[in-house]
């Protein structure tokens, strides 16, 4: 018999029921919950008269339509009243029914997908859902984490259990080592657009090779983060020295002997090497150069020396029809070079990049620059309280308002525009999010999906350059 | 949740693939904290021509005369025929509950996102996936049939064409069986309560870091 990928022990260790009719009764350890996709949820609860079943297991903190000035004033800060009753109400949920949560003032309020790591609230080896799709982050640490929709946040908060099919398994394997000023994020950006954007649907996909195993366990984030982007709902990284380094010490993680104890296990979290892909993709990590989007999907990116594509080069109808309603969107022209786009916006944040080393990169290339004056707006939003504060210790701060870039607060922001934070029409944004869909960033926005490093170049130089020339 | 069994009615096509759920609803609609009323605003920024603001009165709005939905023909459909990897994106569940919303039932296509997916049987929506060929010849049945219907049978799960052409569609038995009986499907897990419980007493033992960390 074949060995277990990592996927399959996961699985195992969660399953609580396997039903004849194929479907399965999955344990949740950790629920995230946050204002936007919640409130139905819990109105769910009440109406059907039923508790959660676990409190522990549960996290709440707002964060998609939390303004990122005049952290202050707290909730009176939200000018928007609609976004103020949806924090509000989840303020309320959570009182109710006596659920630990981040509130907008509290220093540990952040993206959910960055302060569940921060706090070691996730830890290897366990099953994390979010009414979020970004959800697969957590994957980093070896844990099964993927997104639902809000009738599961209900399901979850009421039974802890989720029913599911079991997914297949992938391997993205990418070997090599990377070249310097290639990031995380350069690396999932080219892996979606090398298998598309549907590539992942129906696996899990974990990525391994030595260049996954060189990363540090922010830039593994990064990777698991836009799994989604690629289709899969799931994406992995086996535990290593670097997964456990990494929690160690954390608020939530174990300490003394049960730390010792969860360790053990952990070192198990890893694909058995007679394990057994349904799929396995390979990408040479050494090849790989800085990313960045050109379209209106993910898969639409190319390297930063090359062009957008010519619609007349392409066979498929569907997709040349594709390339034309992108290119016309997003103002481009075929064949036109990635290094002569314009800019009018860097937008350095969101659940992919706006951790402590993706700030720490980006200070690295606009220190002792100034921000190009064709740019109408260089903002950094960083992904939690804590994040910010470490920043300011390190005074990365300074760096960037010396550049010229705004010091934002915490939260998800210009990503997808539910805040006060957003494009205008026809503006182009180097931005280190991770979706490029018409409209994400704003109405009429034009979105370029880049590394934190890159949107940091473009900064400085009012158009996308390669990061590695502004680079001692 | 609402049961469903069969369903006939007027087909609109989707003619673009990999569309996503920030197109189908934009993110100014989901600070919503209700499940209703996102009929109006599904495909906002493919329907009109101006941006729109949640709680707005679209009845006034500029439309786009282009956009599918807004064509007399296809007004009252509540089959949408769709492309390759429909649904795509953010896991928002007011997606779905847009669709619904509009008057949609039935959604057809190649493939679909797995999120996407998922969402639509919470809600009594049934997405159906057809080969590739399939949807071609229905895009061109549509297109050249004014007022073109499909049925569809979920228990023989079946679609047919107004020419008597059917075609077979694959679904998970799980799922078929609560969207057949519009089952509300945590009463069903609870009805599994101990078992939980059972798993958690173990999970106790095994990896007591999982339980009561940080509180």
């Avoid at chain 1, 277990?4 to 029921?17: A, E, G, N, Q």
């Avoid at chain 1, 080393?357 to 690295?364: N, P």
């Avoid at chain 1, 504060?389 to 010229?404: N, S, V, Y």
Wanted: aromatic share 6%; proline share 5%.
């Amino acid at each position: 018999m074949a060995g277990k990928t990592l996927y399959d022990k996961l699985w195992d260790d969660h399953l609580v029921k396997q039903r004849d009719d194929g479907s399965a009764l999955i344990y949740i350890d950790r629920q995230l919950l946050h204002e936007v996709t919640s409130p139905q949820a819990f109105e769910g609860l009440r109406l059907a008269g039923r508790k959660p079943w676990r409190l522990d297991a549960n996290i709440a903190t707002p964060d998609h339509n939390v303004p990122t000035t005049d952290r202050d004033k707290g909730i009176e800060g939200i000018v928007d009243p609609v976004s103020r009753t949806q924090v509000e109400t989840l303020d309320k949920n959570c009182d109710e029914f006596g659920i630990l949560e981040f509130k907008i003032k509290d220093q540990r309020q952040g993206i959910v997908h960055v302060i569940g790591p921060e706090q070691g609230a996730t830890l290897p080896g366990m099953s994390i859902v979010c009414g979020d799709s970004h959800t697969s982050t957590h994957g980093a640490f070896g844990c099964l984490a993927h997104g639902i929709g809000t009738s599961e946040v209900e399901h979850v908060l009421a039974t802890q259990c989720l029913v599911q099919k079991k997914m297949k398994n992938m391997l993205v394997k990418v070997n090599g080592k990377l070249a310097p000023g290639v990031t995380g994020k350069d690396v999932v950006l080219a892996i979606i657009g090398k298998i598309g954007t549907a590539g992942g649907t129906g696996y899990a996909i974990e990525f391994g090779g030595e260049a996954i195993r060189g990363l540090s366990m922010e830039a593994r984030m990064s990777i698991c983060n836009m799994s989604i982007e690629a289709g899969a709902r799931v994406g992995m990284v086996a535990v290593d020295d670097t997964t456990i380094d990494y929690v160690k010490g954390r608020p939530f993680a174990p300490k003394g002997e049960t730390w010792d104890k969860a360790v053990d296990y952990w070192r198990t979290l890893h694909s058995d090497d007679d394990a057994e892909f349904d799929k396995v993709v390979e990408l040479d990590g050494s090849a790989i150069n800085p990313q960045v989007s050109w379209g209106t999907s993910p898969e639409m990116v190319t390297g930063v020396e090359g062009s957008v594509p010519d619609p007349e080069q392409e066979a498929d109808p569907i997709k040349r029809e594709g390339i034309v309603r992108a290119l016309k969107y997003m103002g481009l022209k075929p064949n036109q070079k990635i290094t002569d786009i314009q800019l009018d916006r860097v937008f350095i944040g969101s659940c992919t990049n706006s951790r402590i080393e993706d700030l720490r990169e980006a200070a690295a290339v606009v220190k002792g620059r100034k921000v190009s004056p064709s740019l109408k707006q260089a903002m950094v939003v960083p992904g939690s309280g804590l994040v910010k504060a470490q920043a300011e210790q390190e005074g990365l701060d300074k760096i960037f308002i010396e550049a010229g870039l705004e010091w934002r607060d915490p939260g998800c922001s210009m990503c997808l525009a539910m805040n006060a934070d957003k494009l205008g029409q026809g503006e182009h944004c180097a931005s280190t999010s991770n979706r490029n869909f018409e409209g994400r960033q704003g109405f009429g926005g034009r979105t370029h999906l880049v590394s934190p490093a890159m949107a940091a170049a473009a900064a400085v130089t009012g158009h996308f350059v390669d990061v590695r020339e502004l680079m001692n | 949740m609402r049961a469903f069994t069969q369903h006939q009615g007027v087909v609109a096509p989707m003619d673009r693939s990999n569309v996503d759920t920030d197109m189908i609803i934009p993110k100014q609609f989901l600070k919503s904290i209700k499940r209703t009323g996102f009929g109006p605003n599904l495909f906002d920024e493919l329907r009109y021509m101006d941006e729109g603001k949640p709680d707005q009165d679209c009845s006034q709005r500029p439309i786009n005369p282009d956009f599918v939905l807004n064509q007399d023909r296809y007004k009252n459909a509540s089959v949408l025929l769709a492309r390759a990897n429909f649904g795509c994106g953010s896991s928002r569940e007011h997606a779905p509950w847009a669709l619904d919303d509009f008057g949609f039932r039935v959604i057809i296509a190649p493939s679909f996102a797995d999120i996407f997916y998922n969402n639509c049987f919470k809600n009594g929506l049934l997405p159906i996936v057809l080969p590739e060929e399939v949807v071609d010849q229905l895009f061109r049945e549509t297109e050249e049939n004014e007022g073109y219907q499909l049925s569809v049978d979920l228990e023989a799960k079946t679609v047919t064409t107004p020419s008597g052409e059917s075609f077979s569609f694959e679904v998970d038995d799980f799922r078929r069986h609560c969207l057949l009986n519009g089952l509300d499907d945590i009463g069903v897990t609870l009805e599994d309560a101990d078992l939980i419980k059972d798993y958690e007493e173990k999970r106790k033992q095994t990896a007591p870091w999982l339980f009561n960390a940080g509180h």
